[in-house]
Every structure is written in structure tokens, then in C-alpha cells.
T-cell receptor, first 117, second 109 residues
Framework: DTGVSQDPRHKITKRGQNVTFRCDPISEHNRLYWYRQTLGQGPEFLTYFQNEAQLEKSRLLSDRFSAERPKGSFSTLEIQRTEQGDSAMYLC???????????????FGPGTRLLVL | LAKTTQPISMDSYEGQEVNITCSHNNIATNDYITWYQQFPSQGPRFIIQGYKTKVTNEVASLFIPADRKSSTLSLPRVSLSDTAVYYCLVLDSNYQLIWGAGTKLIIKP
């Protein structure tokens, strides 16, 4: 296993279109996180899964965003009716839960850079 | 929500020791403070994690005072390849993940 992978690496879309990103975590990891990062800022937490269950979703997350992890392996993040403000790097990370709160080491993918025109 | 504060940027020279401090309040009492490194166009990479006092690994040390209201990442004898952005990550008292805004470290020859 070579680590967390994300697809696509880059996406350009027009405002109003829907986009979907995929994340493949490290195979034995049971937790999967999605973040958004804009230039000059730290990652902003969006949501996370433990196996197939979505346990937490940021209060700041618009209803246009939805994520799934149907079999507890890969995950998809969909953004509906994209807006220019959605332009950012979308990062996925995975971790092996030790059973405590979400402070364990996260392993990040290379990210998907989204540009909404 | 917890809030973290880090210097926006720092400069140093090869071979020097660099210390980056992150201030954080209202963090969860029972979880770790973690630091990550990020290079351009890459995801963050784990550096070190600690709960209290001092932790050392092969690349860095982390100092956490007893009140856990701050943490200091120490990079010994930096090289040009340590030029990156460094983030602290904590959990707030509601167990929300809080990332700092990052410290851009520039190492000069």
C-alpha cells in the first residue's frame, strides 16, 4: 500500500456544475477525513467517517456538500451547484483509530485542487 | 471553540535550531497535541505528537507545559529541506479538530 490516494488531482468546472472527488485511504485504516484548504490557511475540517458511518460533519458545511463511504473503504465527496467560493484544495486523510477521540495520526493524500470558474 | 495562534512566518539559517510556538486554549483535556509539516501542493505530513512535558523523535522535539495552553515544536539543525509550513492541531473541548493557520518557515543557506 503506497498511502492515501485522491482522484482527480485537479478539477476545473463552471459555476453551477456538480463535482465528485474520490479518496482511497490506507487499506487497514478505519477512519477517513475530508478537509478543505484555501491558500495561506490551515486545513478546515469538513467531515469524518469511522468505517462506513459518518460521525461528524462541520457545522460550517453547506448542504451542497455530501460525502459517502459506502463499504468502509473508499470515500466520495460531492459538491452540488458549485460556487466560486468552493475553489480550494480538498484533502483526504485516513487513520487507524485507537478508540479515543479523533486525535490520532492522520495520513494525508495529495489533495484535489478545484477551480470553479 | 478552541483557538490556536502561531506566528505567520519565521526565517532561519541552515544548522540552526528553530522553535515554533502554538498557543491554544479550551483544548480537550485528554487528547494529544499534534504538529504537521506541509510542502507546496502536498498534503500535510505528521511530525510529532505529545500530551505533556517533552517528546522527542528522530526529526523534532515537542515541549508542552503543564497547563497545555501552548506547545513548542523544536527542529534541531535545520536544513534547506525543512522550508515548509508547520501546523499545530488540537481538539477543542467539544472534540472538534482545530488546525492552526500555519507558520511558514524559510531556511536560508
Amino acid at each position: 500500500d503506497t498511502g492515501v490516494s485522491q482522484d482527480p488531482r485537479h478539477k476545473i468546472t463552471k459555476r453551477g456544475q456538480n463535482v465528485t472527488f474520490r479518496c482511497d485511504p490506507i487499506s487497514e485504516h478505519n477512519r477517513l477525513y475530508w478537509y478543505r484548504q484555501t491558500l495561506g490557511q490551515g486545513p478546515e475540517f469538513l467531515t469524518y467517517f469511522q468505517n462506513e458511518a459518518q460521525l461528524e460533519k462541520s457545522r460550517l458545511l453547506s448542504d451542497r456538500f455530501s460525502a459517502e463511504r459506502p463499504k468502509g473503504s473508499f470515500s466520495t465527496l460531492e459538491i452540488q451547484r458549485t460556487e466560486q467560493g468552493d475553489s480550494a484544495m480538498y484533502l483526504c486523510a485516513s487513520s487507524l483509530s485507537s478508540g479515543r477521540a479523533v486525535g490520532e495520526t492522520q495520513y494525508f493524500g495529495p489533495g484535489t485542487r478545484l477551480l470553479v470558474l | 471553540l478552541a483557538k490556536t495562534t502561531q506566528p505567520i512566518s519565521m526565517d532561519s539559517y541552515e544548522g540552526q535550531e528553530v522553535n515554533i510556538t502554538c498557543s491554544h486554549n479550551n483544548i480537550a483535556t485528554n487528547d494529544y497535541i499534534t504538529w504537521y509539516q506541509q510542502f507546496p501542493s502536498q498534503g500535510p505530513r505528521f511530525i510529532i505528537q505529545g500530551y505533556k512535558t517533552k517528546v522527542t523523535n528522530e526529526v523534532a522535539s515537542l515541549f508542552i507545559p503543564a497547563d497545555r495552553k501552548s506547545s513548542t515544536l523544536s527542529l534541531p539543525r535545520v536544513s534547506l529541506s525543512d522550508t515548509a509550513v508547520y501546523y499545530c492541531l488540537v481538539l477543542d473541548s467539544n472534540y472538534q479538530l482545530i488546525w492552526g493557520a500555519g507558520t511558514k518557515l524559510i531556511i536560508k543557506p
